[in-house]
């Protein structure tokens, strides 16, 4: 079947030998399964998130933290895990046992044929934590579809609205096209995030990175969602934004607390009432995902 999961339907023959425009084959591959304690508070909790970062990426994103494992090519430090069902479903019940609040799919859309297979099997085997869908949003809506009934909670990026800066960052000019209706199904599917004793159970909370001179394109994005979502939908206004060694103007530097505040009171003005901000320290450099068993 030539491969049409994600917007960019590049009709890779991925059940021979043909690769993806994401930089996956036919064998999936995981960078890093562990309990991740970094993710927001509904979803870290105390016992952490039970984060399975998968290789490849239909992104292209300058700066991209992750680009060892996002990008196609050798392992990332030489170490990875190739991932049939049978093994996904295993690294999630041995993340449940661990005592991960929830299974945490980190750059899933390469791997949506896998998650339809595996997931209905680890439910099947004691799997009874929420599934979190953690996406940069560049999604086709009638893909999601699919996963209905399987994904309890979608953790999506809103990026852009405009395609000149979706281009000139992520190489992906028709991303806001794909993302807003893809959000759309998402929250069709779950609704707004609900929780129990502070732990996020089932629904949406999105996404944005607040990037250095941009904070125009995140009122943009704010706007979309206070236009297409109900006032207490949960917005996570990200200020983590570290360039890259390289990195040219304007991303060549970390956001200032101005430009951050900027954004953060113009949410407050658009009357969204559940929003989750960031210090500026959070912006860090310093958490390698590799695979290297089940860290503690």
Do not use: W
Request: with cysteine; proline share 5%.
């Amino acid at each position: 079947m030539r491969c049409m999961d994600c917007p960019l339907m590049c009709k890779a023959d991925r059940d021979g030998e043909g690769v993806g425009a994401c930089g996956v084959g036919r064998t999936s591959y995981i960078a890093r399964a562990a309990r991740h304690f970094f993710e927001e508070p509904p979803i870290s909790g105390t016992r952490g998130s039970g984060a399975i970062f998968f290789k490849g990426c239909n992104m292209r994103c300058v700066f991209c933290q992750n680009v060892d494992i996002s990008r196609s090519g050798a392992a990332f430090n030489g170490r990875e895990e190739a991932c049939d069902a049978e093994r996904l479903v295993e690294i999630m019940l041995r993340l449940q046992a661990l005592g991960a609040h929830n299974i945490n799919l980190v750059t899933p859309s390469p791997h949506i044929r896998l998650i339809e297979s595996a997931v209905p099997k680890a439910r099947e085997t004691g799997l009874d934590i929420p599934i979190v869908y953690n996406t940069s949003g560049y999604e086709r809506a009638e893909v999601i579809k699919r996963l209905e009934g399987l994904i309890d909670i979608y953790l999506p990026d809103m990026k852009y609205v405009s395609p000149k800066l979706a281009q000139r960052y992520s190489g992906r000019e028709n991303y806001f096209d794909f993302a807003s209706q893809a959000l759309r199904e998402m929250f069709r599917q779950v609704g707004n995030l609900s929780t129990d004793d502070g732990i996020a159970e089932k629904g949406m909370l999105i996404r944005h990175l607040v990037l250095p001179c941009a904070v125009d394109e995140t009122r943009r994005v704010l706007d979309f969602i206070a236009d297409n979502f109900p006032p207490d939908i949960n917005i996570s206004l990200m200020s983590q934004y570290t360039p890259i060694p390289g990195m040219k103007k304007p991303l060549d530097r970390r956001l200032t607390k101005a430009e951050y505040d900027r954004a953060v009171d113009y949410a407050f003005a658009k009357g969204f009432e559940n929003i989750f901000i960031q210090e500026l320290s959070s912006a860090k450099n310093d958490y390698t995902p590799v695979f290297d068993g089940f860290v503690e």
